[in-house]
């Protein structure tokens, strides 16, 4: 019994600590053509574009990226990609990733992969962001995110909010995946 007690206080100061932050993300069922073998045809080893509408900080475009995207990658389970406002050649022009911030009235997850800009609220207050995988103009996967008091965007519950989000628009299997594994 000696031996739990390390594993339980372990488990308590990992609980203490997730509880500290301020953002949270719900991921949305995804679709049933979601698999992870389409998830490393459209991004392994390759860029893969992501759009970003929005600002939470009132930062420029370019700006909101550079503080963006250095958080999304390599959270993609067993896919080496590159997610970028800037594809290059190698990305598939079929998928994209899209991240709304504060977004100014209810919106499906299939509206954010669509070509319409998404409206946006001004900078400012909590941020609620809304996610997308999309495949020509349908959403595979989504995902909501909250981050309550939103210091900044060098802020580490910032940073783990996006890191969170992308995390989620890649699950790993679907919850009615029966049989366990990937893609089986």
Known sequence: MRSLAPLAALLASVA???????ERVVASEPAPAYTMSEVAYA????DLRVVLYGDPFGLTP???ADKVLPHMQN????VVTHLTTT??????PIYKVVLAFNVAQTTLNSELCGSVPIPTR??????VVQG???RQGGA???ATGWLDQPQGPDDPDFRSLISDMTFTLFPTRRADDSCGGLDC
């Not at 959270?75 to 067993?78: D, F, I, M």
Request: charged residues 20%; glycine residues 12%.
């Open 43 to 46: 991004a392994a080893n390759r």
């Open 16 to 22: 203490a600590l997730a509880a500290c932050t301020n």
């Open 62 to 64: 370019e700006r909101l």
């Open 122 to 127: 001004p900078p400012g207050g909590a941020i």
């Open 132 to 134: 997308a995988f999309c």
């Open 87 to 92: 594809p290059d050649e190698s990305a598939r």
């Open 140 to 142: 595979l996967t989504g």
């Open 75 to 78: 959270r993609v389970a067993g």
